[in-house]
């Protein structure tokens, strides 16, 4: 499997240890205020690029309590949490080099846009950013979530739906992983819109999308301009 980490390093969250903890816990408010919520046992978890030590901060956010597990045997060391999600967090990032931060969250608009099935692709900045979504209902089984992480060749998994419990982000930092989970949030939210004011969806083709792509990479080249001619 091949994945991108050559551009991974962030100096907002990946200086130290305890700038990774601060940023978690600072990164972890931001999402209540934006009307996210944590479900019931979830774990929000972040480490430096390469690292085997994962930080671990709990539900509760306005107590800090930040815990740090060896990502070669997480369950032995630490006791009172969900060992599920302590595995789930530990096994994704042994398959996923790639991803240094993991946020768990209860998106309310993506939780029902999916209840009849995938999200269509009806948001094509979103759609481009986060790629394919694996849609779980497995009530979030490690083995089944794990193996939808990892993706196909050059497409790595950036969001996980977990139906009717929330999502996953999964990032090359805290701030990505952050962005990911607000991003399907806002994906979601065209679906319900749609739906609330009984209007049909305009799902985009791969055209559409591939259109849009290529303006979105010569944008961030050049700027807006077109390539120059050679």
Same mark, same amino acid.
């Given at each position: @499997?091949?994945?991108?980490?050559?551009?991974?390093?962030?100096?907002?969250?990946?200086?130290?240890?305890?700038?990774?903890?601060?940023?978690?816990? =600072?990164?972890?408010?931001?999402?209540?205020?934006?009307?996210?919520?944590?479900?019931?046992?979830?774990?929000?978890?972040?480490?430096?690029?390469?690292?085997?030590?994962?930080? =671990?901060?709990?539900?509760?956010?306005?107590?800090?309590?930040?815990?740090?597990?060896?990502?070669?045997?997480?369950?032995?060391?630490?006791?009172?949490?969900?060992?599920?999600?302590?595995?789930?967090?530990?096994?994704?990032?042994?398959?996923?080099?790639?991803?240094?931060?993991?946020?768990?969250?209860?998106?309310?608009?993506?939780?029902?846009?999916?209840?009849?099935?995938?999200?269509?692709?009806?948001?094509?900045?979103?759609?481009?950013?986060?790629?394919?979504?694996?849609?779980?209902?497995?009530?979030?089984?490690?083995?089944?979530?794990?193996?939808?992480?990892?993706?196909?060749?050059?497409?790595?998994?950036?969001?996980?739906?977990?139906?009717?419990?929330?999502?996953?982000?999964?990032?090359?930092?805290?701030?990505?992983?952050?962005?990911?989970?607000?991003?399907?949030?806002?994906?979601?939210?065209?679906? @319900?819109?749609?739906?609330?004011?009984?209007?049909?969806?305009?799902?985009?083709?791969?055209?559409?999308?591939?259109?849009?792509?290529?303006?979105?990479?010569?944008?961030?080249?050049?700027?807006?301009?077109?390539?120059?001619?050679?």
């Amino acid at each position: @499997m091949a994945f991108f980490i050559g551009n991974s390093f962030c100096r907002l969250c990946q200086t130290s240890e305890d700038q990774l903890v601060d940023e978690l816990v =600072m990164c972890s408010k931001g999402l209540l205020a934006k009307g996210l919520s944590f479900p019931a046992n979830a774990l929000q978890s972040a480490r430096l690029p390469g690292s085997s030590a994962i930080w =671990m901060l709990c539900a509760n956010v306005e107590q800090g309590q930040a815990f740090k597990i060896d990502i070669g045997d997480p369950v032995r060391q630490i006791s009172g949490y969900d060992k599920n999600e302590i595995s789930l967090h530990a096994r994704i990032y042994h398959l996923r080099p790639d991803v240094n931060a993991i946020c768990h969250t209860r998106n309310p608009y993506t939780v029902y846009a999916t209840l009849d099935g995938p999200l269509e692709k009806v948001h094509g900045e979103a759609a481009l950013i986060l790629g394919d979504i694996p849609l779980i209902d497995n009530d979030l089984d490690c083995e089944s979530v794990t193996r939808a992480s990892v993706g196909e060749p050059l497409r790595p998994i950036r969001t996980i739906i977990l139906k009717r419990k929330g999502a996953l982000g999964l990032g090359a930092c805290i701030h990505e992983a952050r962005a990911f989970v607000e991003i399907l949030e806002e994906w979601a939210m065209f679906k @319900m819109f749609a739906r609330m004011h009984g209007s049909s969806l305009n799902v985009l083709t791969l055209e559409q999308l591939r259109s849009l792509g290529a303006r979105y990479a010569r944008s961030i080249k050049f700027g807006g301009r077109q390539s120059p001619v050679r």
